[in-house]
């Protein structure tokens, strides 16, 4: 089955960094794009970036363009959400995610909380 395992979150202060991490097993990694979303009590889940099956192709929200990095590694199923120039409102639960034959599949979530 399907398992997405985060990891690497913490407590950082404002304009630190962190990078998160993703461990997947039980579908074929290097065939599915995967994304990150996070998600802060009393507000909409956020997609945060994707990337592409092949790592070639990311996207990010306009919220963390310039300060985040998706990456992945299709060798040991591993996909990662470098952050940096952290601010008080990236504090949230930060999500790995990979949709297949129509059904979303999540982890349990890292949280991040940036502050002082």
């Known amino acids: 089955q399907v398992q997405l395992v985060e990891s690497g979150g913490g407590l950082v202060q404002p304009g630190g960094s962190l990078r998160l991490s993703c461990a997947a097993s039980?579908?074929?990694?290097?065939?599915?794009?995967m994304k990150w979303y996070r998600q802060t009590p009393g507000k909409e889940r956020e997609l945060v970036a994707s990337?592409?099956?092949?790592?070639?192709?990311?996207v990010y929200s306009d919220s963390v363009k310039g300060r985040f990095t998706i990456s992945r590694d299709n060798a040991k199923n591993m996909l990662y959400l470098q952050m940096n120039s952290l601010k008080p409102e990236d504090t949230a639960v930060y999500y790995c995610?990979?949709?297949?034959?129509?059904?979303?599949?999540w982890g349990k979530g890292t949280l991040v909380t940036v502050s002082s």
């Open positions: 039980g579908f074929a990694f290097s065939m599915n794009a």
């Open positions: 990337i592409s099956r092949g790592g070639g192709t990311t």
């Open positions: 995610t990979v949709r297949r034959n129509d059904m979303d599949y």
